[in-house]
């Protein structure tokens, strides 16, 4: 199985910052990589596809990129309803799999 | 508008079955694939399998802890989605989550829960 590497697993961060959440992926998975927002009590979210598309209707303040085994997510200005659990998820190969989450919090 | 509602999750006992639902509209379901995915209290996402349309053979895929255990199907003339689950262990307790799409999830219901506890 290939196993996605979050970083950090939490962070503290205030609104206006600027957060990056890393995903490495234990083998080359290409682009094939997916970014979600999971609120508590909701399902997740797909913010951004093969690693660097918006997915309609997402601010722009999100982004993505990387490809291979590295993988980035940032969230250029924290807005109050940025605070969430974000998930990487790698399609390349079955198993599905996913990061095992960043939980942003507010400072 | 797309929507997604499972049913019929609860308590169950260690050994024990359950099949949980999923309802879907709002798309055409025949031409979709189905995936199941769960996510255990307080705990990460996990991909549990799929099942391709019918067009596509309908073949299933599953992730290693749950095979041999469950089985996904579909009922496409009733737009529904079944996770049939069998030997249930402690650990299967989560909330189970129906998605569309074999590889990126755009689509979820808002899960059922499934307790396996004596």
């Known amino acids: 199985d290939i196993q996605m590497t979050q970083s950090p697993s939490s962070l503290s961060a205030s609104v206006g910052d600027r957060v990056t959440i890393t995903c490495q992926a234990s083998?080359?998975?290409?682009?094939?990589l997916n970014w979600y927002q999971q609120k508590p009590g909701k399902a997740p979210k797909l913010l951004i596809y093969?690693?660097?598309n918006l997915e309609s209707g997402v601010p722009s303040r999100f982004a993505g990129s990387g490809s291979g085994t590295d993988f980035a997510f940032t969230i250029s200005s924290l807005q109050p309803e940025d605070f969430a659990t974000y998930y990487c998820?790698?399609?390349?190969?079955?198993?599905?799999?996913f990061g095992q989450g960043t939980k942003l919090e507010i400072k | 508008e797309v929507q997604l509602v499972e049913s019929g999750g609860g308590l169950v006992k260690p050994g024990g079955s359950l099949r949980v639902s999923c309802a879907a509209s709002?798309?055409?379901?025949?031409?979709?694939?189905m995936t199941w995915v769960r996510q255990a209290p307080g705990k990460g996402l996990e991909w549990i399998g799929r099942?391709?349309?019918?067009?596509?053979?309908?073949?299933?895929d599953y992730a290693a802890p749950v095979k041999g255990r469950f089985t996904i199907s579909r009922d496409d003339s009733k737009n529904t989605l079944y996770l049939q689950m069998n030997s249930l262990k402690t650990d299967d307790t989560a909330l189970y989550y129906c998605?569309?799409?074999?590889?990126?999830?755009?689509?979820w219901g808002q899960g059922v829960l499934v307790t396996v506890s004596s």
């Open positions: 998605t569309t799409n074999r590889r990126t999830f755009l689509f």
């Open positions: 709002g798309f055409t379901f025949s031409n979709a694939w």
């Open positions: 099942i391709s349309s019918k067009a596509d053979a309908g073949t299933t």
């Open positions: 083998q080359d998975i290409r682009n094939y």
């Open positions: 093969d690693a660097s």
């Open positions: 998820q790698q399609y390349d190969n079955l198993p599905v799999t």
